[in-house]
């Protein structure tokens, strides 16, 4: 691999998958700085384009919304099925875990991505004639009117059964970036349920800056972005906590690999559900994950992944500094643990 990646007739295609394999294999050696030097090449390759301002003026503006009250202040609407469970966070934080877990429950119906509340906030500024680029997510779904939400909701709902092909008591969806549209969430279902996985940020940065993304998480190509988009998720669902009325469930993904039993018992009573040990081996789920961490999802519970970090830590700076410093850090793990 590395005689090859030195051939300067390589294309750059190749070259971007090659270096992110060797980022990776050196990782598994053990090998930290042959490992960041393969990443950084990747994710230069690699880059995509991610709206960093943009996102920065929707946190602010959600701020802003939260402290006059306006979601609660909103017109009641939706469906009232409790089975919707959605799994928000940072990529690479656990989600397909905690999901992998429930899937293996039989009155589970575990959907992975779907990308349907995306869908309904770009039909809901369709709809109402918004320019998203003028107007915010949270004020058009703000907007929208209740009839036309408990429809799409039922659609949805319809789409799921279809699907499953049985009946189910929980569905499930992982799409992390939800975490930012709770707002969009809690009007076409009210009653849905949000399990908030959370794991060390320098953990979850690394993970995302050594994972070549088919598609979407432009912010995993930069050091600092990676952790500018950690503080935008995790101030999003401290606003969300205190603005909705919505059942969180808190996750550690440290607690869970480190008491696998203890955690899986926590979800599924959250969910609603009669306990079975099924879920305490995700591993063998039959659906199929499309997701980074397919491969992830085939192994037993471990912790290989816990503290991965440190061996990186004289490269991270731009991560740390994004963050605002180790005090932030250190408060946010503390949380996660807590």
């Not at 750059?12 to 990776?24: D, Q, T, V």
């Not at 906030?121 to 036309?148: C, I, K, S, T, Y």
Request: hydrophobic share 45%; proline share 5%.
């Amino acid at each position: 691999m590395v005689a090859l990646y030195a051939n300067p007739a390589l294309d750059l295609a190749r070259r971007e998958f090659l270096a992110y394999g060797l980022a990776k294999v050196f990782d598994d050696l053990g090998v930290p700085y042959k490992a960041v030097t393969y990443a950084i090449e990747a994710n230069r390759l690699g880059a995509r384009p991610f709206d960093m301002s943009h996102e920065a003026a929707a946190v602010d503006k959600l701020s802003a919304l939260a402290a006059e009250n306006a979601f609660r202040h909103a017109r009641r609407s939706g469906h009232p099925s409790r089975a919707p469970l959605f799994i928000v966070g940072m990529p690479r934080s656990g989600t397909t875990l905690v999901e992998s877990i429930l899937s293996r429950h039989t009155d589970v119906f575990a959907q992975g991505e779907t990308g349907n509340l995306a869908a309904v906030e770009a039909d809901g500024f369709v709809r109402l004639g918004l320019n998203p680029q003028v107007v915010g997510r949270h004020q058009m779904a703000l907007a929208l009117q209740p009839d036309w939400l408990t429809a799409r909701a039922e659609a949805l709902l319809q789409r799921a059964r279809a699907t499953a092909g049985r009946t189910f008591g929980v569905i499930t969806d992982k799409l992390l970036e939800n975490a930012v549209r709770l707002g969009q969430l809690k009007r076409p279902f009210p009653n849905a349920r949000v399990i908030h996985v959370r794991r060390h940020p320098l953990d979850t940065g690394i993970s995302n800056f050594f994972q070549r993304f088919s598609s979407g998480q432009g912010y995993s190509n930069r050091l600092d972005w990676i952790e500018r988009r950690s503080r935008q998720v995790a101030d999003s669902m401290a606003i969300w906590k205190r603005a909705l009325d919505l059942q969180i469930l808190d996750v550690s993904y440290e607690k869970l690999v480190a008491d696998p039993e203890s955690e899986a018992r926590r979800l599924v009573a959250f969910a609603s559900l009669e306990w079975t040990d099924a879920c305490l081996e995700p591993q063998h789920t039959q659906r199929s994950v499309l997701t980074a961490s397919q491969w992830q999802a085939r192994q037993p519970i471990n912790r290989r992944s816990v503290d991965r970090w440190r061996r990186y830590e004289p490269w991270i700076g731009p991560m740390v500094e994004a963050m605002g410093g180790f005090e932030w850090i250190d408060q946010e793990v503390a949380s996660v643990l807590g």
